[in-house]
């Protein structure tokens, strides 16, 4: 497996592993009917610097990396992950926040932050648990989820 920058190429990949989990509505904060611009201007907009995971030139996964704030709190990052369906349970993800760990420390960011982890979502949540991010926060049925009603929604960081 390689984890590339993404380039505009990759759109039509990029689309492919995000709309199934967007349609799903179950973990990010978007509407479910996004367009497919609207999915890869959330995704890929800027300041995210956006990665691919690959093998053999099959499309894995993506994450985007991006400071959380502006200025005072530009040196906590924040991404996103998405892992293509036929690809779960591979590591995929594992290797994509590794991946990201490191870029982010070589990048200068001193933390990473994830604004709203879904309550429900126990695979990222345990993934992010086992990679050092503690939960600071929780927002009391903060996410509408499309089968398990009002859950909450937790914010979890780690240092860098």
Same mark, same amino acid.
């Given at each position: 497996? %390689? %984890?590339?920058?993404?380039?505009?190429?990759d759109?039509?990949?990029?689309?492919?592993?995000?709309?199934?989990?967007?349609r799903?509505?179950?973990?990010?904060?978007v509407?479910?009917? %996004?367009?497919? #611009?609207?999915?890869l201007?959330?995704?890929?907009?800027?300041? *995210?610097?956006? !990665?691919?995971?690959?093998?053999?030139?099959?499309?894995?996964?993506?994450?985007?990396?991006?400071?959380?704030?502006?200025?005072g709190? #530009?040196?906590?990052?924040?991404?996103?992950?998405? /892992?293509?369906?036929?690809?779960?349970?591979?590591?995929?993800?594992? =290797?994509?926040?590794?991946?990201?760990?490191?870029? =982010?420390?070589?990048?200068? !960011?001193?933390?990473?932050? !994830?604004?709203?982890? %879904?309550?429900t979502?126990?695979?990222?949540i345990?993934?992010?648990?086992? *990679?050092?991010?503690? /939960?600071?926060?929780?927002?009391?049925?903060?996410?509408? *989820?499309?089968?398990?009603?009002?859950?909450?929604?937790?914010?979890?960081?780690?240092?860098?």
């Amino acid at each position: 497996m %390689i %984890i590339r920058p993404a380039t505009p190429a990759d759109d039509a990949a990029l689309w492919a592993m995000l709309e199934p989990v967007f349609r799903a509505g179950e973990t990010y904060a978007v509407a479910r009917d %996004i367009s497919r #611009d609207a999915a890869l201007a959330y995704w890929s907009g800027a300041p *995210h610097r956006v !990665f691919l995971a690959e093998d053999g030139g099959a499309p894995l996964g993506s994450y985007f990396l991006t400071p959380n704030q502006q200025g005072g709190g #530009d040196h906590v990052c924040n991404c996103g992950f998405v /892992t293509a369906p036929e690809a779960t349970g591979r590591g995929v993800a594992r =290797a994509m926040l590794a991946d990201a760990l490191e870029r =982010a420390r070589g990048a200068g !960011f001193r933390a990473m932050q !994830f604004n709203f982890v %879904i309550a429900t979502n126990a695979r990222a949540i345990a993934l992010w648990q086992s *990679h050092g991010f503690q /939960t600071v926060g929780r927002l009391p049925g903060a996410f509408r *989820h499309p089968t398990a009603g009002f859950v909450d929604a937790l914010v979890m960081v780690r240092a860098l």
